[in-house]
């Protein structure tokens, strides 16, 4: 004889697997973040390696005004355009246009001022609300040097040292390692990754609780000499394996696109093997389990399916805010976060991105977390079950 | 057998049950009259072990429901006023489904399955699923499950209602086989037609108690009432009643 939830486990699955809509969003889900994570992290590495390619384009107005700062752009691999004059709104569209990151316009009277040594005015038009930051720092590098090197030759010709125009120097030294800078980024994209174990299951226990209740076919369900905890389990581990398939499919996708990917292009590192990946995927399923059980218990005492729904989409943000608020604290990974069901999966991962050494004790504080925040909910749906005031609102 | 003596239940202020006493025979169709809000789906519930009882005593078999609800729910056929179909699944998988629910299986399960389809006269809706099934088809279904683990008590709620002339005669036919195999079945229903032609016992209650039992010609020979609808308003006491 076959165990009573195991009964139920597979009635609940062959009834979810024949709805298309159901099915639809879990794969929704289950690709989407995965390749728009891809999308985003692509583009930044596009951006970022696009000015080593092919070096900056600037549109400069009355070029012939300045033919050494010209040879010095040029000597820098900022290739120099040379346009007619124009006035301010035609700059504006020019820039909007995103052909140049950063039109030079030289005065008119750049020569006579240069000539007679008052200072000769080089206007730099840049649209801010453009990110191409690192290509104008690029050009305003150039000019500050073209105007050191100048002031420092009139200094000379003065008797002066050049050395009296730099009373300090700032030399820049940067301890962060790719890892740290990137673990910074990975630690924002995680919360998203592991929002899949409340999304798959979602709709599912919604229809299995609450849905059959108000489809009335609940009543005969519990006059079956079945016990409340079997019926309960059998739907727990129903919406508990979708979780678990959505959250591994997709980060197994997430994996792959992040290995494919050149992070190092852009300082970050993605150190996961697909051991760890594994590791990480075990860790992850009480958490699948727990959202699964919280799921349960909430529809099932929601008084109608849509109540049920709106509950459920309040109770999904809820495991998102220890993430939030551990980035904007800007705390330490600290032992007690594996404590926490949810915020210990993102940080197991974060922590097993950055390619260190973790050692078992974290993954099994992960594991046992959510594992015991599953039983607590999954024994709460049951006592209620049993519940009269459970059995009059069937 | 079931047998119940002064049980009664009550939610908050509610009196629900306010003493109900029969018994029901093994072999014996036993019609449950009342109006609607009497207290049949509560009793019924009480029967099946869902609601505890806070009086009285209910033995089904010799089994009380309270001390030991599955194995009094594997020995009941219960039909609700829902039929809690799944769309999804066809009448054979809804079938299985509480076949195995009930603790069956493999090739025992299959045979029983086709016997009641062809009990029922279900045959062509066997492979289909329940999505746009006719209120009879429906019905048919559940009475099915009903009787798919051989119970030997069914409690059956309004079971003839939406029927059309064929399938309350299957039906009727059917449960004149039960009858006959010994089974103890109590039928809540409003259709006093059904109870002269089918049933050998009347248990009429209303405000959660029992108000009379007995075979119909004793209720109308107790009132002094010939028909047994008008015997069953004057037991009850009020035209509202019905109406209700």
């Known amino acids: ?394 | 057998m079931i047998e119940v003596q002064d049980v009664r239940k009550q939610f908050g202020e509610v009196k629900a049950l306010g003493g109900v006493s029969f018994s029901a025979r093994d072999g014996q169709i036993t019609a449950l009259l009342g109006p609607n809000g009497a207290g049949k789906t509560t009793l019924l519930r009480t029967l099946i072990g869902l609601l505890k009882r806070d009086h009285g005593s209910i033995s089904i078999d010799g089994v009380d429901p309270e001390k030991d609800p599955l194995a009094v729910r594997r020995n009941i056929g219960f039909l609700t006023d829902q039929f809690g179909l799944y769309e999804r699944l066809s009448t054979r998988e809804y079938l299985e489904y509480f076949g195995e629910l009930n603790g069956m299986g493999g090739p025992t399960l299959h045979t029983r399955i086709d016997e009641v389809a062809e009990l029922l006269a279900m045959d062509d809706i066997l492979e289909r699923r329940a999505k746009g099934f006719s209120q009879g088809q429906r019905i048919k279904v559940a009475l099915a499950r009903t009787l798919l683990h051989r119970p030997r008590h069914l409690l059956l709620d309004e079971p003839s209602r939406g029927l059309d002339v064929m399938a309350t005669r299957a039906l009727r036919h059917a449960l004149t086989a039960l009858r006959a195999d010994g089974c103890c079945v109590i039928m809540a229903t409003h259709v006093m037609q059904e109870v002269t032609h089918l049933c050998d016992d009347v248990i009429v209650i209303a405000k959660g108690h029992t108000v009379a039992q007995g075979s119909p010609e004793e209720l109308c020979r107790r009132t002094g009432i010939a028909s047994l609808e008008d015997a069953f308003v004057s037991l009850v006491g009020t035209e509202e009643g019905i109406a209700a």
């Not at chain 1, 919604?206 to 016990?227: C, F, H, K, Y």
């Open chain 1, 1 to 394: 004889m076959k165990p009573k939830f195991f009964v139920v486990l597979i009635k609940e699955l062959r009834e979810t697997l024949r709805d298309k809509r159901t099915l639809g969003l879990l794969a929704l889900f289950t690709f989407m973040y995965p390749l728009m994570l891809g999308f985003l992290l692509n583009k930044t590495i596009d951006r970022a390696t696009k000015p080593e390619r092919d070096g900056v384009k600037v549109a400069v107005i009355g070029s012939s005004k300045a033919p050494t700062l010209m040879a010095q752009l040029k000597q820098r691999n900022v290739t120099v355009v040379d346009t007619q004059p124009m006035d301010e709104t035609a700059i504006g569209e020019l820039l909007r246009a995103e052909k140049y990151p950063v039109v030079l316009r030289l005065s008119d009277k750049f020569t006579d001022n240069y000539a007679a040594m008052r200072p000769a005015r080089v206007e730099l038009w840049f649209d801010s609300a453009d990110e191409n930051y690192s290509q104008r720092r690029e050009v305003e590098e150039v000019l500050e040097a073209y105007g050191a090197n100048v002031a420092s030759a009139r200094l000379l010709a003065h008797g002066v040292s050049p050395a009296t125009l730099a009373p300090i120097q700032v030399q820049r030294f940067d301890t962060g390692t790719n890892a740290s800078r990137s673990a910074g980024f990975i630690g924002s994209i995680l919360g998203i990754l592991f929002l899949p174990a409340f999304i798959c299951g979602m709709s599912t226990a919604v229809d299995i609780t609450a849905g059959e209740r108000e489809r009335r076919s609940m009543e005969v369900l519990m006059a079956q000499p079945a016990r409340a905890w079997e019926l309960v389990t059998g739907k727990w581990l129903t919406a508990g394996v979708l979780a678990i398939a959505g959250v591994t499919l997709e980060l197994a996708l997430a994996h792959a696109i992040l290995s494919w990917m050149p992070l190092e292009e852009i300082g970050m590192s993605w150190a996961l093997t697909w051991v760890d990946l594994v590791v990480v995927c075990v860790a992850s399923v009480p958490l699948c389990l727990f959202a699964a059980g919280l799921q349960i218990a909430l529809a099932m005492n929601a008084k109608s399916f849509k109540e049920a729904q709106s509950v459920l989409s309040i109770a999904m943000l809820v495991p998102l805010v220890p993430g939030v608020v551990i980035s904007m604290m800007e705390l330490k990974t600290a032992a007690w976060m594996y404590m926490v069901p949810m915020l210990s999966n993102q940080t197991l991962l974060r922590e097993m991105a950055k390619g260190g050494d973790i050692g078992l004790w974290p993954v099994a504080m992960t594991f046992l977390s959510s594992a015991i925040a599953a039983a607590l909910a999954v024994g709460f749906a049951s006592w209620r079950m049993k519940s009269e005031r459970y059995v009059l609102s069937v």
